[in-house]
């Protein structure tokens, strides 16, 4: 099949628009002129079940949907459209509700870029010891956007908030300076919109035997979801696959971090062909998602989704609480729901399912998940712990939360027993003091 994209631009020459009330399809300008819009063919023609509309998850996935946006936001961009106002007035409007939707959450931009040898290393974030994300440059755009996505001002057209690097060598460089690094984690973006040999260009450089200390090549991706031909009929599928079992043949894990939402996902005949073809080539496939009213807030989508991951041979690996950012009213879920849905999902499933962890919210002190909700001595608790940690002696020592229904995220919970402040709070302002003490590698 022939990849084809759809944008702002060219929706409305999808035959399946016309299904679409006028006010729906306005919307999907509306908010697509704030937020990132693009979906594709494949997600149109095989995911999207159109009799289902508005209220399928796929749909959901990536339409913008009227309520993406405040009320007033919406009437303010709405009213320049009517109003015949020209691109530059809709851009500048668009620019200063981006702003306030908190573009770069937990630090990403201000804490997690490493300094080596003097230099800003722009295309690497190096904030848990043992794993380096890259975002290589050309690998800063997906099949597809989630309407959700976390890194949704890299394809807004925010350029100035753009993270990403050419400099390949910088990072085997960096990686080899630093023995505590077992993994690298192509991320983006999807280092898979990239073609095979572009990629080879930057993994194949990471397998020669002077980084013995480097375990793991990890590949953050969506293709699975967004563009399984990538893996099956795709010009470059067989050199991609190749690639793979290069990296196997090195010695490394391959690890192939995919990002699956709703069980609808897995259920085309080339999706479940990709997956055969990648765990072929000895690659594993791990998988992750957020958790979003409106996609995937039922104790029955997420069971599902595991058994099947489990039945295709892949194994669950993270659910994730949504970031606070973008439209993230629109989709988020109090922590004490996620707990119960995550529970009663979890308590369903065989325990081959039961590999993954969650709910996980990935803020600035780490990794933190949400271990239930319990009452110590009168006092009704978040039970706490840290998967990562920005400092590892951090890592899975429980700490407790204030009990508060309407929490969505991290920065919502208070210290519970009337503490003024969680235990790491000293260590992680020392840290992360402006100005002079970002981390330094
Ligand atoms: C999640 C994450 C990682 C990887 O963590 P694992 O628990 O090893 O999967 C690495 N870096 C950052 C910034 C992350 O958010």
């Known amino acids: 099949m022939q990849y084809k994209a759809y944008t702002l631009h060219n929706f409305r020459n999808l035959p399946q628009i016309a299904k679409l009330s006028k006010e729906q399809q306005k919307s999907i300008e509306v908010v697509g002129s704030v937020l990132p819009f693009k979906t594709n063919n494949y997600v149109v023609e095989q995911l999207i079940d159109w009799s289902n509309i508005p209220n399928d998850p796929l749909f959901i996935t990536t339409f913008p949907q009227k309520e993406m946006l405040k009320p007033e936001d919406y009437k303010k961009i709405e009213a320049l459209y009517d109003s015949g106002a020209d691109s530059q007035a809709i851009k500048e409007a668009a620019n200063e509700i981006r702003l306030r939707l908190n573009p770069h959450p937990a630090g990403q931009l201000q804490y997690n870029m490493p300094i080596f040898e003097g230099e800003k290393l722009f295309g ?57 690094i077992t993994d690298v984690l192509f991320t983006g973006g999807d280092p898979l919109i990239m073609k095979a040999e572009l990629l080879a260009g930057y993994i194949e450089p990471l397998l020669s035997k002077d980084i013995p200390h480097l375990r793991t090549i990890r590949i953050g991706t969506r293709a699975l979801t967004y563009w399984p031909y990538k893996f099956v009929t795709d010009n470059d599928a067989d050199i991609l696959l190749n690639l793979f079992k290069k990296v196997r043949k090195s010695g490394k894990h391959l690890a192939f971090m995919a990002h699956f939402n709703h069980p609808v996902e897995l259920e085309t005949d080339v999706v479940k062909e990709a997956i055969g073809k990648i765990l072929e080539t000895g690659a594993m496939i791990r998988t992750q998602s ?117 929490a969505a995220w991290f920065d919502d919970l208070k210290p519970a027993f009337g503490e003024e402040k969680f235990f790491f709070q000293d260590e992680l302002d020392s840290i992360l003091m402006p100005g002079e003490k970002e981390p330094v590698y």
């Open 124 to 180: 690497i974030q190096h904030k848990y010891s043992e794993t380096v994300l890259f975002f290589a440059a050309q690998a800063q755009i997906c099949h597809a956007i989630c309407t959700f996505c976390f890194r949704w001002p890299q394809f807004a057209g925010m350029e100035e908030l753009k993270i990403s690097t050419r400099e390949i060598e910088l990072l085997a460089h960096y990686v080899k300076a630093h023995p505590e």
């Open 290 to 406: 957020p958790i979003l009213r409106h996609i995937n807030d039922s104790s029955e989508s997420w069971a599902e989704l595991w058994r099947r991951q489990v039945a295709l041979n892949c194994i669950p690996y993270y659910m994730f609480v949504a970031r606070d950012t973008g439209p993230q009213e629109y989709f988020h879920i109090p922590l004490a729901e996620i707990w119960q849905i995550f529970r009663k999902a979890y308590n369903s499933v065989s325990g081959l399912c039961r590999t993954v962890r969650g709910p996980v919210m990935s803020c600035l002190p780490g990794k933190v998940q949400v271990l239930g909700v319990a009452e110590v001595r009168g006092e009704k608790v978040f039970v706490l712990r840290m998967i990562q940690g920005r400092n590892s002696d951090w890592v899975h020592r429980p700490f407790f939360a204030a009990y508060d229904e309407n």
